[in-house]
C-alpha cells in the first residue's frame, strides 16, 4: 500500500476548513435576509380575486379567530374555546364581512318548512313577518329534533338592523359569496308529522317532499357547481330524510348521531353532530349541594329497545333494587315530563343509556339539570367534541364494564363529594352551550352549531379545490 503524502494530507485538511467555513457564513447571510424579508415575496397575492381574499382572510378563518374560553379549575386547560367571529357580540347588525359564517339560504316554498307547522302563507309570501309573530313549533318530544327550526330563524334574523344578538352566522343574497348553501327543509317535523301513508295516497306526504327536495336542488347551479359538498342539511330525527340522504350524501349533514347511517353516507369527518333540545325544565337559581340530592344514580325512560338499547333491559335487572338508585320505566305521557325534571333535579348521577340508537336525549337533560351525565354508549358522538372536553363534565363507562355485577354502582359510590362539586360545577359553566333559544344568545346552541359548521368550511373548500386541479385542461 502506498504511503500517504504529508504535503497532500495537510492540503485536503485546508480544504475542508475553507469549505465548511464558507458553508457556515452562507447558511447565515441567508438566515439574516430570511428575518428582514419577513416572508418570501415570489407569491404574487394581486393575482387572486378579491372574493377569493376575503373567504381566506385570516380574521375569517375559524382557526384564527378571536377566542374566549371557559377554564379547567385544576389544570388551567380550557373547557371549550369560543371560535366565533372577532368582536362579533359588540355590534347590533350583522356584517357578513365580520361574521364567521357567511350562508346563502335557499327561498324554498313553505310547504318545506314554515308550513309544516301550520303557518299559513298569503300571496307571494315565502317567510313569515318574524317581528309580528314566530309560527310554533309542535311541543313535547317532537321539540328535541327540532333543530332546523331554530336555525332558521335565526337565519331569517341575522341582518335585522334591530338585532340586539350574536351573529356568528349571516344570510347573505348571493350564493358565490357564501361559505355555505343551507337547505330549510323542516325535515324532523315532517317526518314526525307525516311519514305514514293516509289512504287513499299511495305515498306519504314526507317522501312526496323529500322527492321534490332532491330535485329540487340537483337542478341548481349551486348544487352542480359543488356537487352539494357545500350544502348543509339538517336530519336530526334518525329517522327523517331516509329516502333523499342516499342521494344528497355529499352534503353536510347536522345530525343526533350516525346510528343509522353508513359511514359513505355521514361520518365524523364531514358531518355535524348537534345537541337535542332538552324537554326537561332547565334548572335555574340552582343551589343545590351533594347532600340535597338524595338520589345516587337515576334513570326513567324506555327499558325495552331494539338495536343497541338492549343494554337499558340488562342494567335495569342489575340495578332496580340498588339502595339510591332510580331506574324505571317512563314516558312523556301525562306528567311524565315534570316527573322527570323534579327526578333528575334530585339526583347527584344520570344514566344516558344507548337506545334505538347511540344517543338520546337524557344527556341534554341531565346537563340542565346539573345531574353529572353517566354514559353507557360505546358508539356515541358528541356535539362540539372537538372544542369541548366531556370529560371534564361527564363519566364514561364501557358497555361491557357497566354489565359486570356490581361495577357500575360501586364505581359511581366511589366518586367523592369534591369530586361530584367540581363537575356540577363545571356542567353549570357550559349548559348554555346546549339552550336552544329564539333569539339567539352568544354561544348558546345555535351559534355553537354554526361555529361547528364554520369548522368545516376549510376541508369543505380543500375538497372543492382538488377537484378542480385539471378542469380547465380537457383536449377536445
Not at 321534490?212 to 359543488?226: A, D, M, Y
Request: glycine share 4%.
Amino acid at each position: 500500500m502506498a504511503e500517504r503524502s504529508p504535503h497532500s494530507s495537510g492540503l485536503r485538511r485546508s480544504l475542508f476548513y475553507l469549505f465548511t467555513t464558507i458553508t457556515i457564513l452562507f447558511i447565515t447571510s441567508w438566515f439574516f435576509i430570511l428575518r428582514s424579508t419577513g416572508r418570501p415575496h415570489f407569491i404574487d397575492h394581486k393575482i387572486f380575486p378579491s372574493s377569493n381574499i376575503d373567504s381566506m382572510s385570516e380574521n375569517r378563518n375559524p382557526q384564527s379567530l378571536h377566542q374566549h374560553d371557559v377554564r379547567d379549575s385544576d389544570s388551567n386547560t380550557p373547557l371549550f374555546q369560543d371560535v366565533s367571529g372577532p368582536e362579533e357580540h359588540e355590534f347590533s347588525t350583522c356584517d357578513p364581512g365580520r361574521a364567521a359564517l357567511r350562508v346563502f339560504m335557499y327561498d324554498l316554498p313553505p310547504e318545506f318548512h314554515f308550513g309544516l307547522l301550520d303557518w299559513k302563507a298569503g300571496k307571494g309570501e315565502v317567510w313569515p313577518d318574524l317581528s309580528k309573530r314566530v309560527p310554533d313549533y309542535p311541543g313535547g318530544l317532537n321539540l328535541q329534533h327540532s333543530i332546523e327550526y331554530w336555525l332558521t330563524l335565526d337565519l331569517l334574523t341575522s341582518r335585522n338592523s334591530d338585532r340586539t344578538g350574536p351573529c356568528t352566522a349571516v344570510r347573505v343574497d348571493n350564493s358565490h359569496e357564501a361559505d355555505v348553501v343551507f337547505v330549510p327543509f323542516f325535515s324532523s317535523v315532517s317526518y314526525n308529522r307525516h311519514s305514514k301513508v293516509k289512504p287513499p295516497e299511495k305515498t306519504s306526504k314526507d317522501k312526496l317532499l323529500q322527492d321534490k327536495l332532491v330535485k329540487f336542488l340537483t337542478n341548481r347551479k349551486e348544487w352542480k357547481k359543488s356537487g352539494g359538498h357545500d350544502h348543509v342539511i339538517v336530519a336530526h330525527h334518525p329517522n327523517s330524510m331516509l329516502d333523499a340522504r342516499t342521494k344528497l350524501w355529499p352534503c353536510m349533514f347536522i345530525l343526533s348521531d350516525f346510528g343509522r347511517y353508513p359511514p359513505n353516507i355521514a361520518n365524523v369527518e364531514k358531518d355535524i353532530i348537534a345537541p337535542y333540545k332538552h324537554v326537561i325544565k332547565t334548572y335555574f337559581n340552582d343551589t343545590s349541594t351533594f347532600d340535597d340530592r338524595p338520589t345516587l344514580l337515576y334513570f326513567q325512560g324506555a327499558i325495552y329497545r331494539k338495536d343497541g338499547g338492549f343494554i337499558r333491559q340488562e342494567l335495569y335487572y342489575l340495578l332496580k333494587d340498588e339502595k339510591d338508585v332510580h331506574f324505571s320505566f317512563g314516558s312523556a305521557r301525562g306528567n311524565g315530563i315534570n316527573k322527570a325534571s323534579q327526578g333528575m333535579h334530585s339526583s347527584k348521577f344520570c344514566l344516558n343509556i344507548a337506545g334505538d340508537t347511540p344517543s338520546s336525549n337524557r344527556l341534554f337533560d341531565a346537563i340542565a339539570s346539573h345531574c353529572v351525565p353517566v354514559i353507557v354508549s360505546d358508539e356515541i358522538e358528541l356535539p362540539y367534541e372537538d372544542v369541548l372536553d366531556y370529560s371534564k363534565f361527564c363519566i364514561f363507562v364501557r358497555a361491557s364494564d357497566a354489565l359486570k355485577k356490581g361495577y357500575l354502582v360501586k364505581l359511581i359510590r366511589s366518586i367523592s363529594r369534591e369530586q361530584w362539586t367540581r363537575m356540577r360545577e363545571r356542567l353549570k359553566e357550559v349548559e348554555s352551550y346546549f339552550e336552544f333559544r329564539y333569539p339567539s344568545k352568544k354561544n348558546d346552541a345555535v351559534q355553537m352549531i354554526w361555529q361547528a359548521v364554520a369548522r368545516k368550511v376549510p376541508a369543505v373548500r380543500l375538497k372543492l379545490h382538488r377537484t378542480k386541479r385539471f378542469s380547465r385542461y380537457e383536449v377536445g
